[in-house]
């Protein structure tokens, strides 16, 4: 339910499981797991001072499969730890960013996507909030390489679509005020100017896009010119200049 995006079902569920006594005789893994289930469920609904009491509970059980199991420790807390980030980000992004890094590492670690997309997308975020672009930058084209290696859960998806145009519009709009852009890009103009970047024919973007040929050129045209370019390498180049890819 959590991968569907049905947030509020999943807390539910999930903290009835917690609240049940005989969760102390569980493993540490699962227990672990079920921690960062619950957790990630209740930053999502806003319910930071559960979310809190539930990362309390496990403190020691975390701190002590991190020192005794290695990477071994991956799959029992790349969720919790990315969990404990987007915690952290609600009130300091800055301090969350090393959280995060560690999230993404025992995810990668873990081989679980989605979890690997959540945790990429999250550290983007904070990074984007601390002002520091180039690193959210690269850490957003991480999460698009890994999103093209096999299907992730629907929701992580639509959540990296939507970063994708919301930092697109930030950079828009600190490249109207700075005026090194005269006139504002559409979302379809950004969506055009993303797939530049990547090795798809006109053609293809449009079958990808559910677009003709002729409306990707028309967009194509519109985005050269309110970039002042006139290829398609230099479009792209431009983009990056401006942090819009």
């Given at each position: 339910?959590?991968?569907?995006?049905?947030?509020?079902?999943?807390?539910?569920?999930?903290?009835?499981?917690?609240?049940?006594?005989?969760?102390?005789?569980?493993?540490?893994?699962?227990?672990?797991?079920?921690?960062?289930?619950?957790?990630?469920?209740?930053?999502?609904l806003g319910e930071?001072?559960?979310?809190?009491?539930?990362?309390?509970?496990?403190?020691?059980?975390?701190?002590?499969?991190?020192?005794?199991?290695?990477?071994?420790?991956?799959?029992?807390?790349?969720?919790?730890?990315?969990?404990?980030?987007?915690?952290?980000?609600?009130?300091?992004?800055?301090?969350?960013?090393?959280?995060?890094?560690?999230?993404?590492?025992?995810?990668?670690?873990?081989?679980?996507?989605?979890?690997?997309?959540?945790?990429?997308?999250?550290?983007?975020?904070?990074?984007?909030?601390?002002?520091?672009?180039?690193?959210?930058?690269?850490?957003?084209?991480?999460?698009?390489?890994?999103?093209?290696?096999?299907?992730?859960?629907?929701?992580?998806?639509?959540?990296?679509?939507?970063?994708?145009?919301?930092?697109?519009?930030?950079?828009?709009?600190?490249?109207?005020?700075?005026?090194?852009?005269?006139?504002?890009?559409?979302?379809?103009?950004?969506?055009?100017?993303?797939?530049?970047?990547g090795p798809l024919?006109?053609?293809?973007?449009g079958a990808e896009?559910?677009?003709?040929?002729?409306?990707?050129?028309?967009?194509?045209?519109?985005?050269?010119?309110?970039?002042?370019?006139?290829?398609?390498?230099?479009?792209?180049?431009?983009?990056?200049?401006?942090?819009?890819?």
């Amino acid at each position: 339910m959590l991968g569907a995006g049905r947030i509020a079902e999943s807390a539910e569920v999930l903290q009835r499981a917690w609240d049940v006594p005989a969760r102390r005789t569980v493993p540490p893994l699962f227990v672990l797991q079920a921690a960062g289930l619950l957790t990630l469920a209740l930053v999502q609904l806003g319910e930071t001072a559960r979310a809190h009491t539930v990362l309390a509970d496990v403190r020691t059980t975390a701190s002590t499969a991190e020192q005794e199991w290695g990477d071994g420790a991956a799959a029992a807390l790349a969720m919790l730890r990315l969990a404990e980030g987007r915690l952290i980000a609600t009130s300091d992004p800055g301090r969350a960013i090393a959280v995060l890094d560690s999230a993404v590492r025992l995810a990668e670690n873990w081989g679980q996507l989605s979890v690997v997309l959540g945790a990429l997308t999250s550290l983007t975020i904070a990074q984007w909030a601390t002002g520091d672009w180039a690193s959210a930058r690269r850490t957003l084209e991480r999460a698009h390489e890994a999103s093209a290696a096999e299907p992730a859960q629907p929701a992580v998806v639509e959540q990296l679509a939507a970063l994708d145009m919301r930092i697109g519009r930030d950079a828009l709009r600190r490249a109207r005020a700075g005026r090194d852009l005269v006139e504002d890009l559409t979302d379809r103009e950004l969506a055009i100017l993303r797939a530049l970047r990547g090795p798809l024919s006109a053609r293809e973007i449009g079958a990808e896009m559910h677009l003709s040929i002729n409306t990707v050129k028309g967009y194509t045209k519109s985005l050269y010119r309110k970039l002042g370019v006139v290829t398609r390498d230099q479009a792209v180049h431009r983009g990056h200049d401006l942090g819009l890819i």
